[in-house]
Each structure stands twice: as C-alpha cells, then as structure tokens.
C-alpha cells in the first residue's frame, strides 16, 4: 500500500506559478511509476505529466508541454509538478498517482493509487 499526499495548490493569478508536491509513504519510492492529473467540474479526470522511476523519462499533455515540469526526489519520497503560466483553463482539482512500474504511464485507469487531491485556481 502507498499513501499520498499533494500539497501546493492554491489560488493564483493567471501567469502566475505554482509548485505541487506529492509526498509518498508506505513503499519503496523509486518502485512507482508517478503521474499527474486533473479534474475540472463536469469534466473528466484528464493526465498532465508522469514520470519514470528514476526521473530519466517523463510524458506531458499538449496542453502542458513547455510550462509544466514533472520532477522527482528519490530521496524525498516526493513527486513535484511545477507549473509556469497558469491559464485559467488550468483550473483543477491536481491529483498525483502512483503505479508499481519502470514504465510510465499516461491513462488514469492505469494507476493504483491516488492522493486526496489540491485545489488549483487561476483566476485574476
């Protein structure tokens, strides 16, 4: 069993940033393929970025490419997403997840566990 937990949401201006972090309990950290997600009211839950076990490959949506960056500390037990140039249309619910794997993976079907989750609000 992996417990998570995200922090770093909040409310922020539109071009504004934030970091998100996901701190990790229970297993071996670097045995867990990470990702991110999002879900917005009404919507369905959609991927934002992953990463590998070790840190070596990651995977964005289009919709983050070139203004979010997925990280990961080992060490730390932590997964980060920071995000630069927040639209308003980024506006979520933030999720990390996690999945025993080398891989990475983009489908939230193919993860098996799941944080509580971290209100992002970009609004002026």
């Known amino acids: 069993q992996v417990q998570l937990v995200e922090s770093g949401g909040g409310l922020v201006q539109p071009g504004g940033s934030l970091r998100l972090s996901c701190a990790a309990s229970g297993r071996t950290f670097s045995n867990y393929a990470m990702g991110w997600f999002r879900q917005a009211p009404g919507k369905e839950r959609e991927f934002v970025a992953a990463?590998?076990?070790?840190?070596?490959?990651?995977s964005y949506h289009d919709s983050a490419k070139g203004r979010f960056t997925i990280s990961r500390d080992n060490a730390k037990n932590t997964v980060y997403l920071q995000m630069n140039s927040l639209k308003p249309e980024d506006t979520a619910v933030y999720y990390c997840?996690?999945?025993?794997?080398?891989?990475?993976?983009?489908?939230?079907?193919?993860?098996?566990?799941w944080g509580q989750g971290t209100q992002v609000t970009v609004s002026s």
């Open positions: 990463v590998n076990w070790s840190g070596g490959r990651t």
């Open positions: 997840a996690a999945r025993s794997s080398i891989n990475l993976y983009t489908s939230p079907d193919q993860y098996e566990y």
